[in-house]
C-alpha cells in the first residue's frame, strides 16, 4: 500500500511540474516587463486567418500560451471564459495560444469534449513562443492599448476575480 502511495505522490508531482520552470528560465525571458511587446503572428483557430500582435494596438490584449495536456491551463480555462465574457464590447483582446503539437484538432476536441472556449491561435513554428520567451505553460502576457507588456504572470490564475477585472478596466481607460 505504501509502494502504491509513493507512486502516485510521484506521478502528481511530475504532473506539476511539467508545467513549470526553473529560476533560471524565469531570468532568460526576451519579452520583459515595461517594455515594447515583441511583433508576433498568429493563427486563428476559427477561420485559419493570420493575426499580427500590432493590429490589436488600441485594446488591452491578453496573451496567454496554453496546452490541452496542461493541468494548470485547463484550471485556468472557466476563469478566462468568464473574462472574456466581461470584457465584451471593450476595447480588449484574448489571444490565447495553443502549443498542442495536434494543433487545430487537439484543441477544437478538448474544447467540444469540455463545453469550453476561448479566443484560440496557434503557433505553427514557435515563433510566438519564442519571442516571449516561454518556457512552460501557462504563462500569459498583458499588453496595453499601447504595445507595452506591462504584466507577465507565470503559471494559472483567477482571471474573473475582482482584481484582474479592475486591473484590465484601469488598462483600458
Not at 502511495?5 to 511539467?18: E, G, N
Not at 503557433?123 to 502576457?141: I, L, M, R
Request: hydrophobic letters at 45%; charged letters at 20%; glycine letters at 6%.
Amino acid at each position: 500500500m505504501l509502494r502504491i502511495l509513493c507512486v502516485i505522490a510521484a506521478c502528481m508531482l511530475l504532473a506539476l511540474t511539467a508545467c513549470t520552470k526553473t529560476e533560471s528560465d524565469k531570468k532568460n525571458s526576451v519579452a520583459r516587463e515595461k517594455s515594447p511587446a515583441p511583433e508576433i503572428s498568429v493563427i486563428s483557430v476559427a477561420d485559419g486567418a493570420p493575426t499580427k500582435l500590432s493590429a490589436l494596438k488600441g485594446k488591452v490584449v491578453l496573451l496567454n500560451f496554453w496546452a490541452t495536456w496542461c493541468p494548470p491551463c485547463r484550471e485556468e480555462i472557466p476563469s478566462m471564459m468568464k473574462l472574456n465574457s466581461a470584457m465584451a464590447g471593450k476595447p480588449f483582446q484574448m489571444v490565447a495560444v495553443s502549443i498542442d503539437e495536434g494543433g487545430k484538432q487537439d484543441v477544437e476536441s478538448f474544447f467540444k469534449t469540455n463545453g469550453f472556449n476561448l479566443p484560440t491561435y496557434l503557433d505553427p513554428n514557435g515563433n510566438a513562443a519564442k519571442a516571449y520567451g516561454v518556457t512552460g505553460v501557462p504563462e500569459s502576457f498583458v499588453i496595453d492599448k499601447n504595445g507595452v507588456l506591462v504584466k507577465k504572470v507565470i503559471g494559472g490564475l483567477d482571471w474573473d476575480s475582482a482584481e484582474v477585472i479592475s486591473f484590465f478596466e484601469e488598462l483600458m481607460k
